[in-house]
């Protein structure tokens, strides 16, 4: 299984640039825009490592990393923040905070830093779902005999219905997960994004549709 981060950043732009560059290096990233949903989210599910803004909406970051850590000590968290004051630095750490990176930041010494946190050692980076195959490191979907190379966003879209294979997945669910906020729910890019997938698949695709709902990737 690839690694999975979770990236708290209420900020769009700097949200996008972190998990392009963290997809980029093979990891699957989720993320939360306020404290709240950060909270839930790293609560949530499984994560290798979370990315954590201080200046949040609804509730800050220092005190995300406190009801993260009571419950999750053992989850990796660097804080990723303008703020460089020492009493701040000081105040992350300890709350149990494992490093401090501010901002800017450069997106290469940033990886280096997760890598050192990262505890899990990684077997494979391949899911599967069925017969397909889906590489994280090489980007390469693998069907039978079919080699697919996607797009970054083909990759993530079917990334998602591979995670969540047995399951109809909306379109409003995709759009969110896979284009981010803001985008225009009537917008039909999902269903553009699903038929060059599906393309490039071949007669074989595993992608579904499901009326009046979206698309699944049947499981096993
Ligand atoms: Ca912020």
């Given at each position: ?56 909406p ?18 990796p ?63 390469e ?12 966003r ?7 219905l ?24 009537g ?19 595993p ?14």
């Amino acid at each position: 299984m690839p690694r999975r981060i979770l990236v708290v950043e209420d900020e769009t732009r700097i949200l996008d640039f972190l998990a392009r560059g963290l997809a980029a290096d093979g990891m699957v990233v989720d993320w939360a825009q306020t404290g709240p949903d950060a909270v839930k989210r790293a609560l949530g599910r499984q994560y290798d490592l979370v990315l954590l803004d201080l200046v949040l909406p609804q509730l800050n970051g220092l005190a995300v990393l406190e009801r993260v850590q009571e419950r999750k000590p053992e989850l990796p968290v660097i804080v990723v923040s303008a703020r460089g004051d020492v009493a701040t630095k000081l105040k992350a750490f300890e709350l149990g905070a494992r490093d401090y990176v501010e901002k800017p930041f450069s997106l290469d010494e940033l990886l280096a830093r997760i890598k050192v946190h990262l505890v899990r050692p990684l077997a494979s980076n391949v899911v599967r779902a069925g017969d397909l195959e889906l590489d994280y490191t090489t980007r390469e979907a693998r069907l039978g005999d079919t080699r697919a190379l996607l797009s970054d966003r083909e990759f993530r879209l079917l990334g998602y219905l591979v995670e969540h294979a047995g399951e109809a997945v909306s379109r409003e669910r995709l759009l969110s997960e896979v284009w981010g906020y803001g985008f225009d729910p009537g917008s039909n890019v999902v269903d553009g994004c699903i038929r060059r997938i599906r393309r490039r698949l071949g007669s074989e695709s595993p992608i579904e549709t499901v009326r009046n709902v979206g698309y699944r990737v049947a499981a096993g």
